[in-house]
């Protein structure tokens, strides 16, 4: 079996000729951040040469199935040493097979063994918790409701069925009396009708007492357990908090400056449950600590896949835990910076953080060609921060104040608006929802349109119990409206101008697949079955009143497809 020691020769990773041949590649990803004190966009590369060397070790995570049973992110680090020699590095993220310090490997930054026992006695608290709260959750008069009320609710329909009968049959009986009897015959006789009807409310009315009376029990006893479950999760949110502010005041980390600060002191509004564990934050901090000079990083998936993570795919640093320390990480570091990225506008955007372009910028907003596959805002949960918003605000000064005007489809690619003060994303918030934005896309359809022209007005719901799938409900559906004009036929595919009038979510999506008959491609979600490598839908021209330039902008972004 191949053996590392902590710092490694790169020829313990791959031939060394391939080092040699490498060099001269372009990077294919920058870890950034600007540098607190002079607030300079720092960059480290992900070149060819680290993604091999990062290969070479998949290689060995290979050779041994301690590595395959839990999927986590690993990473290398080439680094130059005083010598002028360059050698290797590599990190785990948190704990590899419970442990934290394993031989060959980049320890854990300082401060974790100063909360340990803390950290012990409160995980250990967290775990009672939790158990408390499934046990609750299995309390067996929830279903005894489920079933008793499920019970009380059938017998309600069969009598309200009968009853129903009985009142038709009542209805046909005053109406054969009124026409056969009269005077007091007629009086009686309508009377006992009267007399029914009410003997039928009765009945009614104590059948639902009976309910009330075998329920309410155990609503009480499901209300007393719910009150329980919701103030145990205030007491596992706040011993959460409590351990993560310990950790976050003991872990310290040291730049390329020699400056050293806790976690706290870097990001005193706070950080999520694992900051400081990630491979990037102890590869840097191990470098910095011993005079090594960073000269291109990789991190990467090994071990079973989780959420959207795959084995031995490259991942860029996590939003949320890792790029808010990049910039104070990289400081000090030699300058290595990329080429700048031209804008449409002029001047220079260095680099994009989109993998896009920025196509438009000035002091109060920025417009960005959103690529496909990314999120427009981040999402819910940890593994759905990565997204245009929260690149931006990483990389830009003054990014904490953006703030999005409108979203795209994550499987959508095109213009997307961001706002750089609450000003203007008023204002332009404002013409969105008064239908003064006008709004191109192109889109590609998998198959042939019957009109070459014409509007589509379906009102769109989306059943939360499906999300986000969309669906055309005529009673609860919101009005949707979308102008059509067919561009192209391509072989079996038609391309298609759309223009839509309203903003709903997935509008251009189920006006294509239900309003057109014709799906867009790529668009799994409704229905699309041919083999494509993207959702073919890209939003092309947008164009708004600008309220500080007073003015008409007009944006383009060429369509990819």
């Known amino acids: 079996m191949m053996y590392f020691s902590l710092i490694s020769p790169i020829s313990d990773f791959i031939d060394c000729n391939f080092a040699v041949n490498s060099l001269s590649l372009s990077p294919n990803y920058y870890y950034q951040g600007y540098c607190p004190q002079t607030g300079e966009l720092l960059n480290l590369p992900r070149t060819a040469l680290?993604?091999?060397?990062?290969?070479?070790?998949?290689?060995?995570?290979?050779?041994?199935?301690?590595f395959a049973s839990e999927g986590k992110m690993y990473g290398v680090l080439l680094v130059e040493l005083p010598n002028?020699?360059?050698?290797?590095?590599?990190?785990?993220?948190?704990?590899?097979?419970?442990?934290?310090?394993?031989?060959?490997?980049?320890?854990?930054?300082?401060?974790?063994?100063a909360v340990a026992l803390t950290e012990a006695e409160t995980l250990a608290k967290l775990d009672a918790i939790k158990q408390e709260i499934i046990t609750l959750q299995q309390l067996p008069e929830r279903q005894h409701y489920e079933i008793l009320s499920g019970e009380f609710e059938q017998k309600l329909q069969v009598m309200s069925d009968r009853h129903r009968d009985c009142r038709y049959q009542r209805q046909a009986k005053r109406q054969q009396l009124c026409e056969t009897l009269t005077g007091e015959v007629l009086t009686l006789a309508l009377a006992e009708l009267d007399a029914a009807s009410r003997r039928d409310g009765i009945e009614r009315r104590q059948l639902k007492r009976q309910r009330d009376e075998v329920l309410?029990?155990?609503?009480?006893?499901?209300?007393?357990?719910?009150?329980r479950i919701r103030e145990l999760k205030q007491?596992?949110?706040?011993?959460?908090?409590?351990?993560q502010a310990q950790m976050h005041a003991a872990y310290s980390l040291m730049n390329f400056f020699g400056q050293s600060l806790t976690l706290q002191q870097l990001l005193p509004d706070g950080l999520p449950t694992g900051t400081g564990d990630c491979c990037a934050p102890k590869l840097l901090h191990y470098a910095a600590t011993h005079h090594l000079i960073p000269v291109a990083m990789a991190e990467f998936w090994w071990g079973q896949s989780s959420g959207d993570k795959i084995q031995g795919e490259f991942y860029e640093a996590c939003a949320e835990r890792c790029q808010p320390l990049m910039g104070f990480l990289l400081s000090g570091i030699r300058p290595n910076p990329p080429a700048p990225f031209p804008s449409r506008e002029g001047g220079v955007v260095s680099p994009s953080p989109t993998k896009g372009e920025v196509i438009y910028q000035d002091e109060w907003l920025i417009a960005v060609n959103k690529?496909?596959?990314?999120?427009?805002v981040p999402g819910r949960y940890q593994d759905t921060q990565d997204s245009v918003l929260s690149r931006l605000r990483n990389l830009l000064t003054d990014g904490m104040n953006?703030?999005?005007?409108?979203?795209?489809?994550?499987?959508?690619?095109?213009?997307?608006?961001?706002?750089?003060?609450?000003?203007i994303h008023r204002h332009l918030s404002q013409q969105f929802q008064q239908r003064q934005v006008q709004k191109?896309?192109?889109?590609?359809?998998?198959?042939?349109?019957?009109k070459n022209q014409g509007v589509i007005e379906l009102p769109l719901w989306g059943n939360p119990q499906n999300r986000p799938y969309q669906q055309v409900?005529?009673?609860?559906?919101?009005?949707?409206?979308?102008?059509?004009?067919?561009?192209?036929?391509?072989?079996?595919?038609?391309?298609?101008?759309?223009?839509?009038l309203t903003g709903r979510t997935h509008q251009l999506r189920v006006h294509a697949a239900v309003g057109l008959g014709v799906v867009i491609l790529g668009d799994r979600l409704y229905g699309c079955v041919a083999e494509a490598s993207r959702l073919h839908l890209h939003a092309r021209e947008l164009s708004f009143y600008h309220p500080q330039l007073e003015k008409t902008i007009h944006l383009q972004a060429k369509t990819p497809f």
């Open 371 to 376: 690529p496909a596959g990314l999120l427009s």
């Open 84 to 113: 002028g020699e360059q050698q290797v590095i590599k990190a785990f993220s948190g704990l590899l097979n419970a442990q934290s310090v394993v031989d060959g490997w980049v320890p854990p930054i300082p401060g974790r063994d």
């Open 235 to 243: 007491q596992r949110k706040a011993l959460s908090r409590q351990l």
């Open 216 to 227: 309410q029990p155990l609503q009480q006893a499901i209300a007393t357990t719910d009150a």
């Open 50 to 66: 680290i993604e091999e060397i990062a290969r070479g070790l998949m290689k060995y995570l290979a050779t041994d199935e301690r």
């Open 402 to 423: 953006l703030i999005p005007v409108h979203r795209l489809d994550q499987e959508t690619s095109g213009i997307l608006l961001i706002a750089r003060d609450r000003h």
């Open 440 to 450: 191109v896309y192109d889109a590609i359809l998998a198959g042939a349109v019957n």
């Open 473 to 500: 409900d005529w009673q609860y559906g919101k009005p949707s409206v979308t102008q059509f004009q067919v561009i192209a036929k391509e072989g079996e595919y038609t391309r298609v101008e759309f223009i839509p």
